[in-house]
């Protein structure tokens, strides 16, 4: 576990010190930014919380909430405050009384000084080193003018400058969305935000607007908020992954296949497989899934169309038995729900396991599923690039399953990933004397040579099966092609294989 920089403060939420390249500058005040349910209080609460950890003590100063309201947001995360102070300003009628008010000064004046006075003396009586301030927005509406408000913000700054403090100022932004007053005095701004898609869980994310002297990761990172508190994804940098891992062929367990294939797919590199629904493709993934964990090979398969429970079942039907492969840990099959989970958290998901898990293999079932977890499509290549480049880097062979739209003739995906990948495996329906059967072509490998015929191949009980190649066929990827050989040798194989 890498040391804690002793200059930085962590933040107490997983992956935002990533994020922050190790932590906060201590003795710097910083602004937490975002709209009301974007998770403000619970990360503020997770700041003190590590502080009380590390023996720093906290000091929680709350406008907009009460004392109750703050207990019940830790007791819904199961957190313990009693290492926290906490100092409620939310009846703040009661703090400032109206005979306080005279005519040589103005009363937002007065009520503004007798806050922070309060606010100071309850700063040196404790002592702290972490000061979470919950809202700024309560003091913008005290000092009702913005000449007065930076001056108060300034004095807040100058007063904490002093006194070993790491300062986050909240602002939920209801009183001045675009007010930069603040943003232009702190040493960092942090920006939260809600998503709502028109299907599905909110989204969040959050960015780093400013953080003086630190080569923060820039972007839009995806956050969730979840009992234990919130937790960051954050957002892949394939540059920072640069191993050389050993180059070996990965195969299929099935010898027609890997020599379809120029002897099987690298490891390393990002592989497609393409065609319509139900020719095959998925089955031909879990093939190399399984095949990689019968060698000794960790796997994974993200299943976002089909259930844990369809997928065995399925498999089993064809003789490929995943359970003992589970049962030893060398394949994990992860059903992902596009609608409840973000991209940064699936990408977030893949990234821990290979990491830690030393995978080999990783099926994506389907990119459909994929597309549709994206609230933005256009980011999808992006954010798919650097996720295999990460995975090339690491050694790892991704396959990826795309469903094509459309059955025979003419088809069409709901995006082009063809540059993408590495190698490209079509498979098509073909029609012969009435009866459809299945082909499976490569279109392109990269970094090697492989077959450019159009191989029959079939899905039995007995498992898949790769004929010879066609040879005597024009037009298969049609759908409808036409023979060009011996009508009786089609018929004679056909019982063949009814009779095996």
């Known amino acids: 576990m890498k040391k804690q920089d002793e200059s930085l403060c962590s933040s107490g939420v997983p992956g935002l010190d990533e994020v922050l390249s190790g932590g906060l500058p201590k003795n710097r005040v910083y602004l ?35 004392k109750e309201e703050l207990l019940a947001v830790a007791d819904s995360h199961g957190w313990d405050l009693k290492d926290i102070c906490l100092l ?10 109206p005979e306080a008010q005279n005519t040589v000064f103005h009363p937002a004046e007065v009520e503004m000084n007798q806050v922070t006075d309060l606010i100071f003396r309850e700063v040196e009586k404790e002592g702290p080193l972490r000061v979470v301030f919950d809202s700024v927005s309560e003091m913008r509406m005290l000092a009702e003018t913005a000449l007065r408000y930076r001056r108060q913000m300034l004095s807040l700054k100058q007063y904490f400058s002093g006194k070993n403090c790491t300062v986050l100022l909240l602002d939920d932004l209801t009183t001045s969305p675009t007010d930069l007053q603040v943003q232009s005095i702190v040493h960092g701004v942090l920006h939260l935000q809600r998503l709502h898609p028109e299907f ?13 002297g630190v080569a923060f990761v820039g972007g839009h990172h995806d956050y969730v908020l979840r009992r234990g508190g919130m937790k960051v ?16 062929l990965i195969s299929s367990g099935i010898p027609e296949f890997d020599k379809l294939l120029g002897g099987g797919l690298d490891s390393g590199t990002s592989n497609l497989f393409l065609g319509p629904a139900g020719t095959g493709k ?23 169309e089909e259930s844990v429970n369809t997928l065995f079942i399925r498999s089993s039907a064809i003789g490929i038995h995943l359970q003992p492969y589970i049962d030893s840990g060398l394949l994990e099959i992860q059903k992902v729900d596009p609608a409840q ?20 293999v990783v099926v994506i079932d389907s990119l459909n599923g994929y597309l549709h977890a994206m609230p933005q499509e256009d980011f999808l290549t992006l954010q798919l690039h650097e996720l295999l480049a990460f995975l090339g880097h690491r050694g790892v062979a991704t396959l990826m399953v795309l469903a094509q739209k459309g059955m025979m003739g003419m088809m069409s995906t709901p995006v082009d990933l063809t540059y993408l990948a590495d190698t490209v495996i079509i498979t098509r329906y073909f029609e012969v004397l009435g ?19 159009i ?30 050989g011996d009508v009786q040798s089609i018929l004679r194989e056909d019982e063949a294989q009814l009779g095996h």
Do not use: W
């Open 88 to 97: 409620e300003l939310s009846p703040i009628q009661d703090q400032l009384r």
């Open 233 to 248: 994804f954050p957002r892949m940098i394939a540059a920072e992954h640069t191993d050389c891992p050993e180059h070996r």
């Open 200 to 212: 599905g869980d909110e989204r969040r994310r959050m960015n780093i607007v400013k953080l003086r």
């Open 282 to 304: 998925s089955t031909l993934a879990i093939q190399f899934a399984a095949a990689a964990a019968a060698r000794g090979d960790k796997a994974i398969i993200f299943a976002f």
């Open 435 to 453: 009866k459809v059967k299945k082909a499976v072509s490569v279109l392109k490998k990269r970094g090697g040579a492989h077959e450019t015929t």
């Open 341 to 360: 989970i973000s991209p940064g958290e699936f990408v977030d998901s893949i990234r821990h396991r290979v990491l830690h898990c030393n995978l080999k």
């Open 32 to 66: 937490l930014q975002g709209q009301p349910g974007t998770g403000k209080t619970t990360m503020a609460l997770q700041f003190l919380l590590e502080g009380a950890r590390k023996k720093e003590k906290g000091l929680y100063i709350s406008f907009s909430e009460s």
């Open 455 to 484: 191989r029959e191949f079939s899905i039995t009980s007995q498992g898949i099966r790769v004929g010879p190649s066609l040879q005597k066929f024009q037009g298969v990827l049609t759908g409808v092609p036409n023979f060009q």
